[in-house]
């Protein structure tokens, strides 16, 4: 049984996200990029579903521009077996993301897709969904357990109300959430080892994925900024401040 | 004619309060009709709320034992088969909603706008991007469109509607693939729902542990506050997953939003940019809570919620 698993290079967390003034975008330019936190949580799940003895092989992808093959060897050094790289220096959205996961899956066959329930740059939460519907697969989002018993996946998923377990039939796209597991480190033999990798780079025209209708960004600018208040010494100033405002 | 569709979200039994921001959201589009869908297994309680929300032209109330829990894989294609008779699908952007409406719109072939928080024209919404720290003017393309709706960003619709509510029939073979297994509530008690409370106590890492929770909570129940947390003290075990707020979890706009022990990391600020008034406590001046707390107070949290106790 095979693994696919999807790791998108994006602006890494710890960084202060710069609006440009221009209303174009955000600064990219010189800023540290990572592998989206939620994808290594995927990798990771994907290692020890494999480890566990109920997978052969894990497969990562990735489609971007060239330098996100830094991403697909990290996850190869974390110990994937090999890389997908759809090359391509435009902005994939979801819909057209999810159609290129779909293209691989039909090629390579997984049994299993795990994505990371957002990127953490657009927020978008929507391409395990979008893949499971184009694929007809169950889907099962936000996962914080997973569980696999020859064909079928129990996976508890954190939802607004608590914790929820669905049962599903493999094939299944899985998205995972933060407390699913926590990444191993990478050592740095194992980053020498990834470099003998194979890593496969493709484009989108040759899995024949067609653009579809997407959605035009016209500006992006920054949020309005909340008004720094004001420290008080003492909770006596603070209950006053309060009730001023009819607060308590 | 142009009209668009809400999908309402519910447990079965009552309307969740999503539903009314949603729809305040649709109202924006100023579009000639706005029809809310209950999909239920038995669902006239919850169609009758739904009928009373102000700018409602029709609820739609789907029957079949499917939809007794809201699984996206069966409601998706049900939601699918009402979609040819709208220009536009919303729900609310909270985990119903995100789950259910990107399977909607691959369906139909249609990209999704997420979070939608403010409605420029029918194809043109602003959403937000990093954690809220940018804000995105997006155009969808011409024809149907879906979107998510971030409840944070608008008030509910008021409760005086009535609207006639019609039972539909959709045939659409569902699929076999997925069970729904059970559901575990967090717990949260008779406290008010984090997405609807007009005030939100919050404690982080600093509260220490599960059992100095039980200080949050008794100030909470004093104000009549409903209770959140950081992922840390989430991950940490001292309080269930669904009391997160932030980036990754709940987007909060209370009245009120007082921080205990928390130290603002922007994933964290991402879920209460909305917040009326920010109360933080926190030991360390340096903290960057104090950087969007209307209120500041550097000390100890215990003694403080003590004293708060007193003075309440
Ligand atoms: C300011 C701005 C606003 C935008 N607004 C919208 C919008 O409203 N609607 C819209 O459709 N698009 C929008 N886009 C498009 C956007 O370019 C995203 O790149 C694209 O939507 C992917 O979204 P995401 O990564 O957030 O997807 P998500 O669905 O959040 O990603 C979830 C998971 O899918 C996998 N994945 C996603 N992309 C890749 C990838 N390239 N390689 C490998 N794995 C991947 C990863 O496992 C990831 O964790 C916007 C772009 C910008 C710059
Ligand atoms: C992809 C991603 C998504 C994330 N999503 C979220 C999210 O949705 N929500 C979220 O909250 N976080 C999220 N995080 C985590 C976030 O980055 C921070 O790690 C987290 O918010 C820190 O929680 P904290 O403030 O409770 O803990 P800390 O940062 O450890 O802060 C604890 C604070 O408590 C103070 N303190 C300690 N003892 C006392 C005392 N006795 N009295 C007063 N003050 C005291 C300390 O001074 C300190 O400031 C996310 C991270 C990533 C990478």
Redesign the interface.
């Known amino acids: 049984m095979k693994i696919l698993v999807g790791v998108k290079r994006v602006i890494d967390f710890n960084v202060r996200v710069q609006v440009k003034s221009d209303g174009s975008g955000v600064v990219k330019d010189g800023v540290k990029m990572s592998m989206n936190p939620f994808d290594e949580i995927a990798v990771e799940e994907a290692l020890r579903i494999k480890e566990a003895g109920n997978a052969e092989e894990v497969i990562v992808a990735t489609i971007g521009p060239k330098a996100c093959q830094e991403q697909l060897r990290t996850a190869l050094a974390m110990g994937a077996d090999r890389a997908i790289h759809v090359q391509t220096d435009e902005e994939v959205q979801p819909l057209t993301g999810a159609r290129i996961f779909k293209a691989l899956a039909d090629k390579e066959q997984p049994k299993i897709i795990l994505l990371g329930k957002q990127a953490i740059d657009d927020d978008n939460n929507q391409t395990a969904q979008m893949l499971g519907a184009l694929s007809h697969w169950p889907q099962a989002t936000f996962a914080s357990e997973v569980k696999i018993e020859g064909e079928t996946a129990t996976v508890i998923r954190e939802v607004d109300a608590g914790l929820e377990t669905l049962s599903v039939d493999l094939p299944a796209v899985i998205s995972v959430d933060l407390r699913l597991n926590e990444p191993r480190y990478v050592k740095l033999p194992d980053i020498m080892k990834a470099k003998r990798k194979p890593l496969e780079t493709m484009s989108i025209e040759d899995l024949g994925v067609e653009h579809v209708a997407e959605v035009k960004v016209l500006k992006t600018v920054a949020p309005a900024k909340r008004q720094a208040g004001i420290k008080v010494d003492s909770v006596a100033e603070l209950v006053t401040a309060l009730k001023e405002k009819g607060l308590i | 004619m142009s009209k668009v569709l809400v999908i309402a979200e519910h ?1 079965g039994t009552n309307l969740n309060g999503s539903t009314a921001r949603a729809v305040s959201c649709a109202s924006d589009l100023g579009l000639d009709a706005i029809d809310v869908v209950v999909l239920a297994a038995d669902g006239s309680a919850v169609a009758e709320q739904a009928a009373k929300i102000s700018g409602v032209t029709n609820v739609l109330l789907v029957q079949n034992p499917a939809n007794e829990n809201a ?3 069966f409601l ?1 294609p049900q939601i699918e088969a009402l979609a040819a008779d709208y220009s536009h699908v919303l729900a609310p952007s ?3 909603g ?10 139909l ?7 939608i928080m403010r409605v420029e024209s029918s194809h ?1 919404f602003d959403r ?16 149907l469109v879906i979107g998510t709706v971030r409840t944070a960003s608008y008030k509910a619709a008021a409760n005086e509607g009535s609207a006639s509510v019609e039972t539909r029939s959709v045939e659409v073979t569902l ?1 076999t ?11 949260g008690g008779d406290r008010p729902d984090l ?1 609807a409370a007009s ?1 939100v106590v919050s404690g982080g890492r600093g509260v220490g542990s599960e059992e100095n929770f039980k200080h949050i909570y008794s100030l909470a129940d004093k ?1 009549g506050a409903g209770v959140g947390a950081s ?1 840390a003290a ?2 940490a075990g001292f309080i ?3 009391h997160q707020v932030g ?2 979890g ?1 987007i909060i706009a209370p ?2 939003y007082m921080a205990f022990g928390i130290s603002g990391a ?2 964290h600020l991402a879920g209460i ?1 909305d917040a ?4 933080a406590i926190n030991k360390d001046a340096d903290a960057p809570i ?10 100890d949290l215990f003694e ?1 919620i003590e ?2 106790e007193k ?2």
């Open positions: 447990d699984v996206a894989a998706a909270t985990t119903f995100k789950d259910l409406m990107p399977r909607v719109a691959a369906h072939g249609r990209p999704q706008i997420s979070d043109v937000p991007v990093y954690a809220g720290n940018a804000i995105a003017t997006v155009e969808a393309p011409e024809g699929p693939h997925t069970r729904f297994v059970e559901l575990a509530s967090g717990g997405q005030k104000l992922r989430v991950d269930p997953n669904d980036q990754t709940k009245d009120l922007i994933q940019k009326g008034t920010i109360v104090f950087e969007v707390a209307d209120y500041g107070l550097v000390a403080v004293e708060l003075a309440l």
